[in-house]
């Protein structure tokens, strides 16, 4: 029963900043490899950024200097801190895992906009 739940999406403004959370139960955390995706709406869905099972992390070019991904092994959670963003950023933030077998998240909305 592997759950992934996203959770401080919001409104924003441009320039501003969030911190997303996923957290995971059902799973031997630590050997969990995790990504963040977001989608705009008519828009295909782009990876953010990911963090393997290691701690090794990598971004999308878009996003670099800008976003980091971390994680708590302890707390089974995955944490996407955005800062500076852009209007063109607002989408439905998903968190994936894999460990053999790949587990999406219900989304959380994050608006950037005045």
């Known amino acids: ?3 992934l739940v996203e959770s401080g999406g919001g409104l924003v403004q ?4 969030l911190r997303l959370s ?8 630590s050997v969990f490899a995790v990504a963040w995706y977001r989608q705009a709406p008519g828009k295909q869905r ?3 950024a990911v963090i393997t099972s290691g701690g090794s ?15 708590d092994n302890a707390k089974s959670t995955v944490y996407l801190q955005m800062n ?4 063109e ?4 933030y998903y968190c994936t895992g894999y460990n053999g077998l790949g587990y ?3 989304g959380t909305q994050v608006t950037v906009s005045s």
Do not use: H, M
């Not at 996923?22 to 955390?29: M, N, P, Q, R, W």
């Not at 992390?57 to 994680?71: C, E």
């Open 1 to 3: 029963q592997v759950q």
């Open 14 to 17: 441009p320039g501003g900043s």
């Open 22 to 29: 996923c957290a995971a139960s059902g799973i031997s955390f």
């Open 46 to 48: 782009e990876l953010v």
């Open 57 to 71: 992390t990598n971004y999308a070019d878009s996003v670099k200097g800008r976003f980091t991904i971390s994680r």
């Open 84 to 87: 500076s963003l852009k209007p």
């Open 89 to 92: 950023e607002t989408a439905v």
């Open 104 to 106: 999406w998240g219900q």
